[in-house]
């Protein structure tokens, strides 16, 4: 992940959403987050730094968003907030914006949508987005153009899914990833995939990106697990 990524403060009390957020939005997204499961704690992560965003959800155990954005607004805190909570109906969307929020969205939410409204507020604060550039191993990997590029600068001739599993591998390279992760993350939730089918991706990653055993990256089975990319330190 880029030092220079905008960094995000998700306040929102519950460990599961919160991890899922962080995850998707480090991951998916690039960015640096941290986390807040209170008001208070949100003040102090305030109090230490300066954020491009913050995700807030109204009900938390010591106080609720509302206040807390109202709050910063009366204090003439600007970070933008997009306020993401279960509660959806008009009069609350309504109050979300009158307190000050640039943004309300409801639960469950659609992880392309969360990263689009994310980079659109990130953008109209004045932040860089993440790069959409992804590198390893003196391949590149365009996020915007969906192309690979070899260290040569030949194009990789993908699929639309082996290029949607590269970015993925890329994304989290180093870190051991289960099948139904890979298979989550790639083809989704709602569709019925044979695991096995990972397997016979990665052989074709490998075929199509000329892996040999002096290549500077490789793609590792993890015994009972599923794969990991590996990448030579500095690649």
């Known amino acids: ?22 995850d998707n939005l480090e991951h998916q997204g690039g960015y640096t987050v941290e986390e807040a499961a209170t008001v208070k704690e949100a003040r102090e992560h305030l109090a230490r730094r300066d954020f491009q ?14 206040a807390l954005c109202r709050a910063l607004r009366e204090e003439g805190v600007s970070v933008p907030v997009l306020m993401l909570t279960a509660r959806t109906l008009e009069e609350d969307v309504v109050r979300g914006f009158e307190v000050g929020a640039q943004d309300y969205l409801g639960k469950p939410y659609r992880l392309r949508e969360l990263l689009a409204r994310v980079g659109a507020q990130v953008k109209r604060a004045g932040a860089v987005p993440p790069s959409k550039l992804l590198r390893f191993a003196g391949y590149s990997v365009d996020l915007d153009r969906r192309r690979v590029e070899t260290p040569e600068g030949a194009e990789v001739d993908l699929t639309r899914k082996e290029f949607d599993l590269l970015a993925f591998f890329v994304r989290e390279r180093e870190r051991a990833l289960r099948r139904d992760e890979i298979l989550d993350a790639v083809w989704g939730t709602d569709v019925v995939v044979d695991p096995h089918t990972v397997d016979n991706f990665v052989s074709s990653l490998k075929r199509k990106l000329k892996w040999t055993s002096a290549s500077r990256f ?7 697990v599923g794969y990991r990319l590996e990448v030579e330190k500095g690649s």
Not at 1 to 22: C, F, G, I, Q, Y
Not at 53 to 66: A, F
């Open 1 to 22: 992940m880029s030092a220079t990524a905008p960094t995000l403060l998700v306040v929102e009390d519950d460990p599961n959403l919160r991890l899922a957020l962080r």
């Open 53 to 66: 965003l913050i995700l807030l959800d109204v009900m938390l155990p010591d106080g609720d968003g509302y």
């Open 218 to 224: 490789s793609l590792q089975t993890v015994r009972g």
